[in-house]
């Protein structure tokens, strides 16, 4: 597997169309869709999706270099960042969705990232029956070595301009780029992370056991509501 044949492996239920879809058995991939047999999901620390989500929407040219990652994280926390993402809400709004919806279920199975790249095999492991694959653990070994985020910065200088993620995108700035669980907490500033403590983080200590520390204990306004345009001066998709 690899970027460029990705689609035709892991089907995206945006990209294709029923008819392409009904094949089976099958993995298919969307943000939200509870049709599905067995689903899981894979939740993210909200701080680090944030500065993922900026340095992607720079890499895709709604915002230019050096835009403010203060002011990216206001947008980031009401869900108002690009029209054709903004339409499965924000963290809070996807994640309960979820949990409210098939949480305590058979059919459900949760996975935190922090987990999956604490202990990789393990998670995979433990994933594999729920999702009827059978895969020796060194099967799973071997595929863990295959996406390591070397392989995968490797595979995306050599496939980018054929994958339809980073089609057309700029070049300088990776799609995978560190990979790593925490690294928002040497690059957002101490107002970001209030910002984002303060809309979400009961969720994610109460329902995730994902820790957003509060560090002081007022925060600047956050309206739970979109006010004006995603990003002044910039094209929007």
């Known amino acids: 597997m690899t970027f460029a044949n990705l689609h035709k492996i892991v089907l995206s239920i945006d990209e294709l169309p029923d008819r392409k879809l009904r094949c089976s058995p099958r993995i298919l991939k969307r943000h939200f869709d509870p049709r599905c047999p067995r689903i899981v999901y894979l939740v993210r620390n909200p701080r680090d999706i944030a500065l993922s989500w900026y340095f992607y929407i720079m890499k895709v040219g709604l915002i230019p270099d050096g835009y403010s990652l203060d002011e990216f994280v206001q947008h980031f926390v009401v869900g108002s960042i690009a029209p054709y993402a903004d339409g499965v809400g924000c963290w809070e709004d996807h994640v309960l969705s979820w949990i409210r919806l098939r949480s305590g279920t058979r059919s459900f199975r949760l996975v935190r990232d922090e987990d999956l790249l604490a202990q990789p095999l393990r998670e995979l492991v433990s994933l594999a029956p729920f999702l009827r694959i059978e895969m020796t653990e060194e099967q799973i070994e071997r595929a863990l070595e295959?996406?390591?985020?070397?392989?995968?910065?490797?595979?995306?200088?050599?496939?980018?301009?054929?994958?339809?993620?980073?089609?057309?995108?700029?070049?300088?700035?990776?799609?995978?780029?560190?990979?790593?669980?925490?690294?928002?907490?040497?690059?957002l500033s101490p107002l970001a992370i209030k910002i984002i403590e303060k809309a979400w983080g009961d969720d994610a200590r109460t329902r995730l056991r994902t820790r957003l520390p509060s560090r002081v204990t007022e925060y600047p306004t956050c309206e739970r509501e979109r006010?004006?345009?995603?990003?002044?001066?910039t094209a929007v998709p």
């Open 146 to 187: 295959l996406s390591s985020a070397n392989n995968k910065r490797d595979l995306e200088r050599q496939q980018w301009r054929r994958w339809n993620v980073t089609k057309g995108t700029r070049a300088d700035i990776l799609f995978v780029r560190e990979a790593t669980h925490g690294g928002s907490r040497t690059r």
């Open 227 to 233: 006010s004006g345009p995603y990003f002044p001066g």
